[in-house]
């Protein structure tokens, strides 16, 4: 979409371009977008700040009548979640301890699956990927019961060794696919080369290879994070009850099969787990843009 | 002698520190909501008054809790104690033998004296008490909104079910939305069950629950039933798919909706709203003086341990939920009724005890559908009835439908 | 010998780098579908028994129209979902590509969805589409009297606002994954393309995306393993309904596994849907693989 024919692409700036048609073209697609991505936040935010009584009216468009400050407190620190009424904050050191090595460890791993398959391509490798990526679209339940006995018979069920276990399970298909793909477009002459030069193969893998991930690393961290972050069901069955993550707490503040809902307080606590991982995309994104045009994602 | 002193001194404090640890109980239960939280602390206060320790594990949704619970129970990190419902639910870990039982407890308290016979049933397997009931819900209440009553020009509350389809048709004719309701299977099965104990009665609903009779699930009387439930989806608003109980509630609080056929849980939502019972909302159990109540509720069971403590804790938390005065308080604040037929309902609201009255004549009892089916019947009961709700399905092949499933 | 030594050992460094790969596929993933095998063959409730009974839970499978009916939902709803998820992210990625301002803020906009759970943006999203009192109602009120927008609770299109969603909470991801391929794109094809005269969008068709070819595909996997995995949404959104117009084979196998306390079923429904997923992919790695081994030989 240029300017004008024959003008080169990095002369253009932001403010100083003409507001040619396409240029209109690109900011309406990119504002309609924006609108429809950003509606349902506005409704979150609006009941969040509503009271009950307002809500039950159901004019869910509608601006608070009354601005309450209340259902964010009581989310964070006085929703019921059971006996206990302390709100969602009591999970959150728990999810922490268990997102930090569960994205470490599946990223490691994956980078040096992805670097054995598209490198060395050892003889039965590329028939354990297959089977690896098929094991991607089994439905975690389906797993449950196995792994509860696997893991019960090696003594890792219900603690946090055990969760992050199963956590590296679930992600190695996602983890090994990213990481081979992306080493399978960086020139084989690098990895010759090397070799020649006497490199071994660990030796490649944390000297040459590894460093080049960077780009690659980052967006699976954006994925692992916002997945582990997010989980609900692993963390409940595996993590054991001293170590369940915040998404337990915020489950039991939000579902009831015959309580009453406080929406507001249920929307207000879904905004609050979520800053965890936002805030990791929004800091994230300067790395994550700037180091893929440097390290080059060759296409 | 300051030597023995000190020793005997030191001898109490450790024994203090000793009993000041009682027997721990943890307990999976799936009361996360306000008003559920205050229930179940009547349990876990009741609990540590009596010496114990309560380690709460509440985990929301029911299906989920109890996966949980027994995901537990495999891997070998079983809670104390977990809640199921009064119903099938925990017949095969029971055939697994998994669950420890309560008969020491069950007999000293004389638990067949003052337990309903159709809960006495759920929990007794094989002789054996495996299961403590802690409550009575009835799912088929029908509720109504005296504000859309009055607008409606309805004078006095339905006596049959004839009068409550012309109170629909007023309601229909005022503007309002006849029947609130939440389309959510489980919500379209407490509908059935609700004509069907009101439109069938007592004995045709034990014959197609209970004995699964292929004549009675074939003839006139039951289809009368499905025609009935059928023709309750005439009443009920476009918005209704996928709704939760609770805004078909609302819809009551605001007086936009006139009825609605819920659980006493409902009281929950009036209450939060500053509305009363008898004042702003009303309250049907059944039609007719022989009205049955139909029995739905929740039971903790033990999973099986030799750990003496352990074994203590399951016998003191089975005790303690049992006792009358606990009954009443943890009911009160559920909206349920107590599981007790001998206990005083003067701290009931009017609804609950007008419940337990009913509930004490034995001739009145029913069991919900999950007290008489296994899971899986009862799921593909409601994906048939959840199809002729929202479809025209002719009656003949629902009623064959009902019939292959219930004969699993 | 020496060289063959040499060879041998070095597969055996590979190997032992790829053990804990080995060991999640071979005991976790392999062991858990055998094991579902199994279990679908019995008549298990709510553990595994030994009772075996042939291809009976297979039988009342395809008799049971829940099933039949999630199946057809399955395939509009993947189809519908990957092609406009895959659309929708690479127009965002090339148009943020184009130096616009506040890139930063516009990248967060769309990748927030994918940050929240959807138990609650489920909830408002059925709040939104409700005839009663979401969209439809709103315009309606702003005057539009004859606007009509009540597919959630229309058992023919449904499966339709359940694209909706699951688009907006995903497509976020796919601009993501896409906008990192283009940023890796030498700018000197920019040059070279307009030195040479051609037009930006053919630029983009006929070099640019092939360029792109291994993010999109590694996008299209992820995107095709949610379509098979769309459990959470359709339960927060429509719980399956209007009736049971909107489900699923996920959720029809986990209403049987807990719920129901029938694993036996809900095994042969996952057996069923892997041995789908198989065929869909089957001659596509074939003739990957093909392709591969004629590239090495010649």
């Not at chain 3, 700018?187 to 792109?212: N, Q």
Request: hydrophobic content about 50%; charged content about 15%.
């Amino acid at each position: 979409m240029s300017a004008a024919p024959g003008r080169p692409r990095q002369a253009r700036a932001p403010g100083g371009v003409r507001l040619t048609p396409a240029r209109i073209g690109i900011y309406a697609f990119l504002l309609t977008a924006a609108l429809f991505f950003l509606l349902p936040l506005y409704i979150m935010l609006v009941t969040s700040f509503k009271t009950m009584d307002e809500i039950r009216l159901g004019n869910i468009f509608a601006l608070p009548l009354s601005v309450t400050l209340e259902p964010w407190m009581i989310a964070w620190s006085q929703a019921c979640t059971g006996v206990n009424c302390n709100g969602i904050r009591g999970g959150f050191w728990n999810s922490v301890l268990i997102v930090i090595p569960s994205t470490v460890l599946p990223i490691l791993l994956g980078a040096l699956n992805g670097y054995a398959l598209s490198f060395w391509k050892p003889r039965g490798s590329q028939a354990l990927f297959a089977i690896l990526m098929i094991g991607a679209f089994i439905p975690v339940q389906v797993m449950m019961y196995p792994l509860v006995r696997i893991l019960a018979s090696v003594g890792l069920f219900s603690s946090l060794p055990g969760i992050v276990t199963v956590h590296i399970i679930f992600s190695m298909p996602v983890m090994t696919l990213l990481f081979r793909n992306y080493y399978l477009s960086i020139p084989q002459e690098l990895f010759k080369a090397a070799r020649i030069d006497g490199g071994g193969f660990w030796r490649i893998f944390a000297q040459l290879m590894l460093p080049m991930s960077t780009p690659m690393i980052i967006v699976a961290a954006i994925m692992q994070v916002t997945g582990v972050w997010n989980d609900y069901i692993l963390g409940l069955v595996f993590a054991g009850r001293d170590n369940l993550p915040m998404t337990v707490q915020l489950n039991n503040v939000i579902n009831t099969t015959t309580g009453e809902r406080l929406y507001n307080v249920n929307m207000a606590a879904t905004i609050l787990t979520s800053m965890v991982p936002l805030a990791i995309y929004f800091f994230s994104g300067r790395w994550f843009v700037r180091g893929i045009a440097a390290g080059a994602v060759k296409g | 002698m300051k030597l023995k002193l000190l020793t005997l001194a030191l001898f109490m404090g450790l024994g203090a520190l000793a009993h000041a640890a009682g027997p721990k109980a943890e307990v999976i239960h799936w009361w996360t909501s306000g008003g559920e939280s205050a229930a179940v602390k009547q349990f876990s206060q009741a609990y540590t008054t009596a010496g114990g320790v309560w380690v709460d594990t509440a985990i929301a949704l029911g299906e989920q809790a109890r996966s949980v619970a027994i995901n537990r129970i495999i891997g070998g990190n079983p809670p104390t104690a977990a809640q199921f419902n009064t119903s099938k639910q925990f017949l095969d870990i029971v055939e697994q033998g998994m669950l420890n039982n309560v008969d020491e407890i069950a007999l000293r308290d004389g638990w067949d004296k003052f337990l309903p016979e159709t809960v006495l049933n759920v929990v007794r397997v094989k002789g054996h008490f495996y299961a403590a009931p802690v409550n009575i819900h009835m799912p088929t209440w029908i509720w109504y909104s005296k504000s859309a009553f009055k607008k409606a020009g309805i004078t006095a509350e339905p006596k049959s079910m004839d009068e409550m389809f012309a109170a629909l048709d007023k309601l229909k004719a005022a503007g309002l939305i006849p029947l609130a309701h939440g389309g959510q299977p489980w919500q379209e099965n407490i509908v059935f069950t609700a004509m069907l104990a009101n439109v069938g009665g007592t004995e045709l609903y034990l014959k197609v629950m209970r004995d699964r009779d292929p004549a009675a699930i074939q003839g006139d009387a039951f289809r009368k039933v499905l025609t009935s439930y059928k023709r309750l989806q005439s009443y009920v608003d476009k918005g209704a798919p996928g709704r939760n109980w609770n805004d078909a509630t609302a819809l009551l609080i605001t007086g936009k909706a006139g009825m609605q056929i819920m659980g006493d849980w409902a009281k929950g939502e009036f209450a939060l709203a500053n509305q009363a019972p008898g004042k702003d909302y009303g309250c049907i159990a059944g039609f007719g003086a022989r009205s049955p109540y139909v029995i739905q509720g929740d039971v903790f069971v033990f999973p099986k341990t030799s750990d003496a403590e352990a074994i203590k804790a399951q016998k003191l938390l089975a005790s303690v939920m049992l006792s009358p005065a606990v009954q009443v308080e943890f009911s009160n604040k559920k909206g349920s009724i107590p599981v007790r037929t001998d206990v005083d309902s003067s701290r009931l609201d009017i609804c609950a005890q007008q419940g337990l009255t009913i509930m004490k004549d034995k001739s009145r009892q029913l069991g919900n559908g999950e007290v008489y089916l296994n899971p899986d019947q009862n799921g593909s009961l409601s994906d048939i009835l959840t199809a002729y709700w929202n479809k025209n399905v002719p009656v003949e092949k629902v009623q064959k439908d009902i019939l292959a499933a219930l004969k699993r | 010998m020496k060289a063959r030594l040499l060879h041998l050992s070095r597969q055996l460094v590979s190997w032992s780098a790829l053990l804990p790969m080995a060991l999640t596929v071979l005991v976790a993933y392999l062991g858990t579908v055998l094991w579902s095998l199994k279990v679908s063959l019995t008549n298990s409730r709510t553990f595994p028994s030994d009772e075996y009974v042939g291809l009976a839970q297979y039988e009342r499978l395809f008799n049971n129209d829940r099933w039949l009916l999630s199946l057809e939902n399955l395939a509009l709803y993947g189809v519908l979902f990957i092609a406009i998820c895959m659309l929708l992210g690479f127009l965002l990625a090339v148009f943020i590509d184009q130096k616009v301002m506040a890139e930063g803020a516009l990248r967060t906009v769309f990748l927030y969805p994918y940050a929240m759970s959807f138990v609650a943006t489920g909830l408002v999203w059925q709040w939104m589409l409700n005839p009663g009192n979401g969209i439809q109602q709103a315009l309606r009120q702003l005057g539009w009297q004859d606007f009509t927008f009540d597919w959630i609770i229309d058992q023919d299109m449904v499966m339709y606002t359940i694209v909706i969603a699951t688009v907006w909470q995903a497509s976020g991801l796919v601009m993501a994954m896409l906008l990192a391929g283009l940023r890796g794109i030498d700018e000197e094809i920019w040059k070279a393309a307009r030195i040479d005269g051609i037009p930006t969008w053919r630029v983009y068709v006929s070099i640019v995306l092939p360029m792109l070819a291994p993010s999109v595909a590694t996008v299209f996997v992820l995107l095709f393993t949610a379509v098979i995995k769309l459990f959470d949404s359709v339960v927060s959104m429509t719980q399956g309904g209007p009736g049971t117009a909107s489900e699923v084979p996920a959720k029809f196998i986990m209403d049987h596994l807990f719920g129901r306390a029938n694993i036996a079923l809900a095994s042969a429904g996952s057996m069923v849907l892997l041995l789908t997923v198989l065929a869909l992919v089957a001659p596509f790695l074939y003739a990957r693989s093909r392709a591969r081994r004629r590239e090495e030989r010649g």
